[in-house]
């Protein structure tokens, strides 16, 4: 069995995988996130795959998700922090 290689970053199951795997398929299916559905589409496989997700990998659906705030925006009423 190969498991031990797929599992060999886990970490109990307390990384919120399942609700991370939600967030990405949720931005899958929005239209403004269509510039990232490559790399949102391949993460969605790997976290299904190892039922886990690393913090850098949650940082990275972030930063699509900020990066997406200031492309839906052309300045109107938008304000930065
Ligand atoms: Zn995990």
Redesign the pocket.
């Known amino acids: 069995m190969s498991w031990n290689n797929i599992k060999s970053n886990?970490?109990?199951?307390?990384?919120d995988?399942e609700e991370t795997r939600d967030e990405v398929d949720e931005l899958l299916n929005d239209p403004d996130f269509s510039f990232a559905w490559d790399f949102l589409s391949q993460l969605d496989d790997w976290i299904e795959k190892h039922?886990?997700?690393t913090e850098s990998q949650k940082q990275a659906i972030q930063n699509i998700i900020d990066g997406a705030a200031n492309r839906g925006q052309n300045g109107d009423g938008y304000e930065l922090d």
Not at 10 to 15: E, F, H, L, N, V
């Open positions: 886990s970490c109990d199951g307390d990384c995988w039922k886990h997700v």
